[in-house]
């Protein structure tokens, strides 16, 4: 199967933007089509993003993004993982949410991000409240089924990535180790941080043997990044941080290639210690 991510600028006043919904279906259009992808991965705030982020981005289960999103992914045949605000019942807070849409359009599951960033001055905790660990939601592991064979998905977003927990809580759940990461981002920009970004992405891969597909937010004040990472940490396809927004990386999955890293480097077998949430 191949998979995509797209690197987006969802910023409020990004130069041309013709409004985020225009800009992801552009984005999923292109990369089913000209790229022939089977599932697309988005980064995180594709449904809009600021700095700092406010709860008047946030718009009720997504608003019209999510419904447009999966009618194409249906007449496409693609599956789509998508970020989103959703405000919460409170008044002026709201979650970080990553939707994956399956390529019949039906929704295959939701993942409220458990990390906050709060780190390097800013605060999201301010107006985002953070998913619960021990719930049904998180991890987040589904079976994305397209024309071109099924594999198993699991999803953390942005700021996840710097706890290797969360990826291997996904790791341990029901049915087994996901075949693909997918991580949505709107990776702040700062001294050394693009460069973190890219070792984390592929630390996750190797100490999980599990490709990593990164949809990362360009822009100012964002460091892009995004990139398809295989399970032995190499880079298979990335996107240049300054490139016109939406700019595609696809790569393809090769699950015989998976199952003989698995098998070379057995760590998953090998593990001593479990994962579980903090009270």
């Known amino acids: 199967m191949r998979v995509a991510v797209a690197q987006l600028d969802t910023a409020r006043d990004a130069p041309g933007l013709r409004g985020a919904t ?14 022939a992808a089977d599932v697309v991965v988005l980064p995180e705030y594709a449904s809009g993003w600021a700095e700092p982020v406010d709860a008047d981005l946030a718009l009720p289960d997504g608003g019209d993004l999510l419904p447009a999103v999966r009618d194409l992914a249906a007449r496409l045949g693609v599956a789509v993982v998508l970020g989103l605000l959703i405000p919460t019942a409170e008044p002026g807070r709201a979650h970080n949410v990553t939707v994956v849409v399956g390529a019949d359009g039906d929704e295959l599951g939701r993942y409220t991000k458990v990390h906050l960033y709060d780190a390097y001055g800013a605060r999201e905790s301010d107006v985002l409240d953070a998913g619960d660990p021990a719930t049904a939601g998180a991890p987040l592991v589904v079976t994305v089924a397209t024309a071109a ?7 953390v977003t942005c700021y996840d990535l710097r706890f290797p927990e969360s ?3 996904l790791v341990d759940a029901d049915g087994g180790p996901p075949d693909v990461v997918a991580v949505g981002a709107a990776w702040a920009a700062g001294e050394g941080k693009a460069d973190q970004l890219r070792v984390l992405a592929r630390a996750r891969a190797i ?32 996107v240049s941080d300054d490139a016109p927004t939406p700019a595609i990386a696809v790569a393809d999955v090769d699950l015989e290639q998976l199952a003989a890293v698995r098998s070379a480097s057995p760590v998953l077998a090998h593990r001593r210690y479990g994962v579980h949430p903090l009270s």
Request: no cysteine; glycine share 14%.
């Open 149 to 155: 064979g099924s594999l198993r998905l699991g999803v």
């Open 167 to 169: 990826v291997r809580a």
């Open 207 to 238: 100490e999980s043997t599990a490709y990593v597909a990164l949809a990362s937010q360009s822009g100012a004040g964002r460091v892009g990044g995004s990139a398809v990472v295989d399970p032995r940490g190499i880079v298979l396809s990335q």
């Open 22 to 35: 225009d800009l992801v279906l552009d984005a999923v259009e292109r990369a089913a089509g000209a790229h």
